[in-house]
């Protein structure tokens, strides 16, 4: 319970460090459960760049590997990293609490329930796409959604650099309309940066030419599947659930048909 309590109070800084919420839109996405490709993916993504901070405590490498379709000896060859691990283990890191004080301040927080206490899928997608270059950062990264965060952008190799930019776009006048040149008829334009490019729907984040190796639809598509997986590991039962709870309601639909039957049986005297 402990354990739980620390975690819940470790949430806000998703990778710990004084930042603070940002109000930009979240981009939506739709986790697929039954997508066990996906899932696959984003497991692989999850051990290769996520786990060496961020544990699933909540979390069994046999139930993973039974619900994803993994075999038992691939799971512990290709997944597992601790040789003393066995396949029925928590999904735990090795990081050690002092380390994770000394190297970001706070340990990183578990991951297990995340999009289900952190504003959902759509927060932790938005969050993974809006890191952007900032030397002023001890990683030498910010991220548009939460400012100020201190974690370091794990996948920067495959996004690619991103940096803040500003552009020329319409001005606009009070009724909504564009401002135009009343000789040449052009729209008149203005230089705007940072909030006030979100707030007329331009993204402020530009990314270096070549600087990732994937590009940008491949980069979104390891994203979702990372999205998908720890939306998985959230409640890993959903599926199971939900295919039980539609039995459930067929049953009831039939077992109606015969109770209310019964009840007028057992009434028809009465009126």
């Not at 497991?43 to 039974?66: E, G, I, K, P, V």
């Not at 060859?77 to 066995?86: G, I, K, N, T, Y």
């Not at 999009?115 to 900032?134: A, I, Q, R, S, W």
């Not at 776009?169 to 309309?177: F, Q, Y």
Request: proline share 6%.
């Amino acid at each position: 319970m402990i354990r739980f309590l620390c975690f819940l109070l470790l949430l806000p800084s998703f990778a710990v460090g004084a930042g603070g919420e940002t109000a930009i839109a979240l981009r939506q996405v739709e986790p697929r459960g039954d997508d066990q490709a996906s899932l696959q993916r984003g497991m692989r993504t999850f051990m290769n760049y996520c786990h060496a901070c961020h544990s699933l405590q909540y979390q069994r490498y046999l139930r993973t590997a039974d619900d994803l379709g993994v075999p038992h000896d691939l799971m512990m060859e290709h997944v597992v990293f601790d040789p003393e691990a066995s396949i029925g283990d928590q999904m735990q890191n090795a990081m050690s609490e002092d380390a994770a004080k000394l190297w970001f301040g706070a340990p990183p927080p578990d991951l297990t329930l995340y999009t289900k206490l952190k504003g959902g899928p759509d927060y932790l997608y938005t969050y993974m796409l809006n890191f952007y270059e900032d030397a002023t950062r001890p990683f030498g990264v910010n991220n548009l959604l939460f400012e100020n965060v201190g974690m370091p952008h794990v996948l920067q190799d495959l996004q690619g650099i991103q940096r803040k930019v500003c552009k020329q776009i319409p001005l606009l006048a009070a009724n909504g309309g564009e401002v135009r040149d009343p000789l040449s008829g052009e729209p008149v334009t203005e230089e705007k940066c940072g909030q006030d490019l979100l707030d007329r729907g331009f993204s402020p984040l530009e990314l270096v030419e070549g600087s990732g190796g994937l590009s940008a639809d491949e980069y979104e598509q390891v994203i979702y599947d990372l999205t998908n997986f720890l939306y998985y590991v959230g409640d890993p039962g959903r599926l199971d659930r939900e295919r039980i709870g539609t039995f459930v309601l067929l049953f009831l639909a039939f077992f109606f048909v015969f109770t209310y039957l019964l009840g007028r049986e057992y009434t028809k005297e009465i009126h």
